[in-house]
């Protein structure tokens, strides 16, 4: 079945990075846009960017313009998040999406099951 | 940026009853929108995309309406498993901002 399965949790300190990786399958890699979000604990969904697997091009959030880099490998048809100069509200689950268009708009139709990651010193 | 403005933040309500949640954009969005549903420690769920329509799988007692700058979700009939927090999203453009969040609680 289709689906998208991220990378384990993570404990970091501050300043320093973590990159989270979003594996897809059940269906082409390259035919959709992924999308990540942030949510921190008890706390709503926050949209970071997006990476189009077919070619590679990006588009972040202001919020993490400078910090966020999102990547893909297609022959593995994964795609990742690095975050960088981590704080401590940086903490908080990350979720990647798949972007389907159908009827001429857009929705996040799946989900990875989310990564957590803590910031601590 | 589009803003999105959910209402209310969050409500209690009983099994069966005939639950409304509203979203209203910043600017005029057209169809471009989109209601998720997310249980506790799990990821969002999408129940219904371009304002109305049903995601495949979801009962049909959530349903979506509106255009434009406001929107409803509405929930005839809740069932205990309905219990969560409900998310708008505007698709028109990015940054794909979410609302706030409503939370459905147990009356």
């Known amino acids: 079945q289709e689906q998208l399965v991220q990378s384990g949790a993570e404990v970091k300190k501050p300043g320093v990075s973590v990159k989270v990786s979003c594996k897809a399958s059940?269906?082409?890699?390259?035919?959709?846009?992924i999308h990540w979000v942030r949510q921190a604990p008890g706390q709503g969904l926050e949209w970071m960017g997006w990476i189009n697997p077919n070619g590679g091009a990006t588009n972040y959030a202001h919020e993490f313009q400078g910090r966020v880099t999102v990547t893909r490998d297609t022959s593995i048809s994964t795609s990742y998040m690095e975050l960088s100069g981590l704080r401590s509200d940086d903490t908080a689950v990350f979720f990647c999406a798949r972007d389907r268009s159908l009827y001429g708009t857009n929705s996040f139709d799946i989900w990875g099951q989310g990564t957590m990651v803590t910031v601590s010193s | 940026d589009i803003q999105m403005t959910q209402s209310p933040s969050s409500l209690s309500a009983s099994v069966g009853d005939r639950v409304t949640i509203t979203c209203r954009a910043s600017q005029s969005i057209s169809y471009f929108f989109n209601w998720y549903q997310q249980k506790p420690g799990k990821a969002p769920n999408l129940l219904i995309y371009g304002a109305s329509n049903l995601q495949s799988g979801v009962p049909s007692r959530f349903s979506g309406s509106g255009s434009g700058t406001d929107f409803t979700l509405t929930i005839s009939g809740l069932q205990p498993e309905d219990f969560a927090t409900y998310y708008c999203q505007q698709s028109y453009s990015t940054p794909r901002t979410f609302g706030q969040g409503t939370k459905v609680e147990i009356k």
């Open positions: 059940g269906y082409t890699f390259t035919d959709y846009y």
